[in-house]
């Protein structure tokens, strides 16, 4: 398994951005679809987004689509979201995953092996 930690959450302002990073260490980053999802207290995991193994392909949620934006470094072993126009729904704790496949349509939490520790977006109104 790759092994992932992220930073970059903090508290913003409604209408602020802030960017997450993941690096990854410990297997060829490049094998993995990356992806970023988030829990929200009294809520299951949610997915936000994912990206291909070479970069060119994304998905994204509709809560976060035209406003976030992902995005990765694979000579840095590192993905990132870019979160823009950030409203208070937003807050939530936010987590990097790895899924050794193929196809970027994956969504489902259970099909990423690999878990970053999560790190708090606070978004206040």
């Known amino acids: 398994q790759v092994q992932l930690v992220e930073s970059g959450g903090g508290l913003v302002q409604a209408g602020g951005s802030l960017r997450l990073s993941c690096t990854a260490s410990g297997r060829t980053f490049n094998n993995y679809i990356m992806g970023w999802f988030r829990q929200a207290p009294g809520k299951e995991r949610e997915f936000v987004a994912t990206?291909?193994?070479?970069?060119?392909?994304?998905r994204y949620s509709d809560s976060v689509k035209g406003r976030f934006t992902i995005s990765r470094d694979n000579a840095k072993n590192t993905a990132y979201l870019q979160m823009n126009s950030l409203k208070p729904e937003d807050t939530a704790v936010y987590y990097c995953a790895a899924a050794n496949t193929f196809y970027v349509g994956v969504s489902n939490p259970a099909d990423f092996g690999s878990w970053g520790q999560g790190t708090q977006v606070t978004v206040s109104s």
């Open positions: 990206i291909s193994r070479s970069g060119g392909s994304t």
